[in-house]
């Protein structure tokens, strides 16, 4: 990481711990409270000041921080920060798709650009997208509101520790929640009778279950690795990543594969499944879902969209199924349930007041 542009300016790190050490090895392990407050040695323009480490990040955080700010009255969303991390697109590049084990080790990772011949049955893992490391910062000065990402641990920026979100909308395995593409396992309500008709439910993600259920579903898979269901923090990351990649809070926008005049990423991952008509879908198969999990798996880790084309029971309708880096409609098709937060909304005779 460049911390500066000029020349002449060099950060060094004084060994100030060295005193009553006889080697490197002798100094204490850096965690990153000791880290920040280590020394540093700034020379710039042949004057030597010293400072925290916290100090330079501070100076120069905005060079390893990329992220948008929105207008509060407006919702126009401008990009902040380093521009060739905009482009480059560091954390969201290390997204990958993988194959994880109920351990919570990954056996495997996925190929880049198409995961079709890989076997995601659930035989060789649960198909997953690990998220990496990172950190974030949010704020509102002046009437915007900011969305900082960076790889680094700047100050007062919050740890997003990696970890795995399902590819797909999520399947039931007997008892199991599962992330796989595997026509053996019903999903919807579990109507059997369908089985062999334009209605099957196989292969397709479970629906009609509450949320206790599904979060029970999951601790099935291991009793000392802890699944869940989509966790409220996990999803509000991953849709803070979106929203920095296009630079736009519409992820609804059209697919555009090409960069800006700038090199930025534009457009958005399309309309998603949202052109269903509800009494149509009623009357086709009782708003179960439809879309079998894996249909998009031809992308791999890329983003972008395909094509579906509804079974002529519905009628002729040509819908779209979307997918960011991997994971499978992350809006659209069936209503999701997420975990971690609960909303309380009181009438205005009980207070009017909502948590």
């Given at each position: 990481m460049a911390l500066t542009t000029q020349e002449e300016d060099k950060v060094r790190l004084l060994l100030a711990a060295m005193d009553g050490a006889k080697s490197i090895?002798?100094?204490?392990?850096?965690?990153?409270?000791?880290?920040?407050?280590?020394?540093?040695?700034?020379?710039q323009g042949g004057v030597s000041k010293q400072a925290t480490v916290e100090d330079v990040m501070d100076l120069f955080g905005e060079k390893a921080a990329y992220g948008i700010k929105i207008n509060i009255s407006t919702g126009v969303v401008t990009r902040v920060g380093n521009a060739t991390l905009h482009r480059t697109l560091?954390?969201?590049?290390r997204m990958k798709g993988c194959l994880l084990s109920d351990a919570g080790a990954v056996n495997s990772y996925l190929p880049a650009n198409s995961w079709t011949g890989a076997d995601r049955t659930g035989a060789s893992g649960q198909v997953m997208v690990e998220v990496p490391r990172h950190y974030f910062k949010c704020w509102i000065d002046g009437g915007y509101a900011y969305i900082m990402i960076s790889e680094y641990e700047l100050p007062d920026y919050k740890l997003i520790p990696k970890h795995y979100v399902g590819a797909y909308q999520a399947a039931?395995?007997?008892?199991?929640?599962?992330?796989?593409?595997?026509?053996?396992f019903r999903g919807g309500n579990n109507t059997s009778a369908w089985d062999e008709t334009y209605?099957?439910?196989?292969?397709?993600?479970?629906?009609?279950?509450?949320?206790y259920d599904y979060k029970n579903a999951a601790r099935a898979r291991s009793a000392t690795t802890e699944w869940n269901v989509w966790m409220y923090n996990s999803y509000v990351a991953l849709t803070w990543l979106m929203c920095i990649e296009y630079g736009?809070?519409?992820?609804?926008?059209?697919?555009?594969?090409?960069?800006?005049?700038?090199?930025?990423?534009?457009?958005?991952?399309?309309?998603?499944?949202?052109?269903?008509?509800?009494?149509?879908?009623?009357?086709?198969?009782?708003?179960?879902?439809?879309?079998?999990?894996?249909?998009?798996?031809?992308?791999?880790?890329?983003s972008g969209e395909v094509a579906f084309e509804m079974p002529s029971q519905y009628g002729e309708l040509t819908t779209y199924v979307n997918r960011y880096r991997g994971v499978e409609l992350p809006?659209?098709?069936?209503?999701?349930?997420?975990?971690?937060?609960?909303?309380?909304?009181?009438?205005d005779g009980d207070g009017g007041t909502s948590k």
């Amino acid at each position: 990481m460049a911390l500066t542009t000029q020349e002449e300016d060099k950060v060094r790190l004084l060994l100030a711990a060295m005193d009553g050490a006889k080697s490197i090895g002798d100094l204490p392990v850096a965690d990153s409270a000791t880290l920040l407050t280590a020394l540093v040695e700034v020379v710039q323009g042949g004057v030597s000041k010293q400072a925290t480490v916290e100090d330079v990040m501070d100076l120069f955080g905005e060079k390893a921080a990329y992220g948008i700010k929105i207008n509060i009255s407006t919702g126009v969303v401008t990009r902040v920060g380093n521009a060739t991390l905009h482009r480059t697109l560091p954390i969201q590049n290390r997204m990958k798709g993988c194959l994880l084990s109920d351990a919570g080790a990954v056996n495997s990772y996925l190929p880049a650009n198409s995961w079709t011949g890989a076997d995601r049955t659930g035989a060789s893992g649960q198909v997953m997208v690990e998220v990496p490391r990172h950190y974030f910062k949010c704020w509102i000065d002046g009437g915007y509101a900011y969305i900082m990402i960076s790889e680094y641990e700047l100050p007062d920026y919050k740890l997003i520790p990696k970890h795995y979100v399902g590819a797909y909308q999520a399947a039931l395995d007997g008892t199991k929640l599962c992330s796989v593409a595997n026509p053996a396992f019903r999903g919807g309500n579990n109507t059997s009778a369908w089985d062999e008709t334009y209605r099957s439910l196989l292969g397709m993600p479970r629906t009609n279950m509450y949320r206790y259920d599904y979060k029970n579903a999951a601790r099935a898979r291991s009793a000392t690795t802890e699944w869940n269901v989509w966790m409220y923090n996990s999803y509000v990351a991953l849709t803070w990543l979106m929203c920095i990649e296009y630079g736009s809070l519409n992820m609804q926008l059209p697919v555009n594969a090409s960069l800006d005049s700038n090199g930025y990423k534009q457009g958005g991952l399309g309309a998603g499944v949202s052109n269903i008509d509800y009494t149509t879908w009623n009357t086709y198969n009782n708003v179960n879902p439809f879309i079998p999990c894996g249909y998009s798996d031809g992308l791999g880790n890329r983003s972008g969209e395909v094509a579906f084309e509804m079974p002529s029971q519905y009628g002729e309708l040509t819908t779209y199924v979307n997918r960011y880096r991997g994971v499978e409609l992350p809006f659209g098709h069936i209503s999701q349930w997420i975990d971690g937060i609960n909303i309380e909304v009181k009438k205005d005779g009980d207070g009017g007041t909502s948590k």
